[in-house]
């Protein structure tokens, strides 16, 4: 029987998460893209467990799971849940397993897959330049700020009008001409 075709409903950057400061897709995410069971996938991977060090895949821990149970609603342990922790999926884990699963589906979704997280790569290096560009121009805001200050406390002081010195300038009519 050849191997089920599942759509894809969710784009693979929204399968893709940060966990220990890592990069990652989990098992059931890979094993859906991959469009294999679960089992299948975790069969493999344990087959050729030489193939995935700890900088490619790693064991989720039960906090982990628990937090992640939370936020993606699957089911809880006894209730149809898994009884294995799942397995997160570095970008050069999601490759390799597409390596030993040998499937035409497997190595056609790798190629989505390794793009998606180059995006999420390119998205972020965006946004930390575009963070480091805002914060270059708070510098200079404030910096401008002060000027702009020291400008107006200037021009404050020439607006005072000077006080009348007690002697006057010019030539002066005399006192007595004046009743003439």
Not at 50 to 71: G, N, V
Not at 104 to 121: D, K, P, Q, T
Request: aromatic share 6%; no cysteine; net charge positive.
């Amino acid at each position: 029987m050849p191997a089920k075709k599942t759509t894809l409903t969710l784009p693979v950057e929204s399968r893709i998460l940060v966990l220990r400061h890592q990069k990652v897709i989990l098992d059931t995410d890979l094993a859906t893209l991959y469009g294999v069971p679960l089992k299948r996938l975790n069969e493999q991977v344990k087959r050729n467990l030489e193939r995935f060090p700890s900088d490619f895949m790693f064991r989720l821990t039960a906090k982990e799971a628990e937090s992640l149970r939370s936020q993606i609603a699957t089911s809880k342990q006894g209730r149809g849940g898994r009884r294995y922790l799942p397995y997160a999926f570095t970008e050069h884990g999601a490759i390799m397993a597409a390596s030993v699963l040998n499937s035409e589906r497997a190595v056609e979704m790798s190629v989505f897959v390794v793009r998606a997280f180059v995006r999420l790569r390119e998205m972020l290096s965006s946004n930390r330049q575009l963070a480091s560009k805002i914060e270059e121009l708070e510098r200079r805001l404030e910096t401008h700020d002060t000027t702009i200050q020291e400008i107006l406390d200037a021009i404050k002081e020439l607006m005072i009008p000077e006080q009348p010195s007690g002697r006057r300038i010019g030539y002066q009519l005399p006192a007595a001409n004046k009743s003439a």
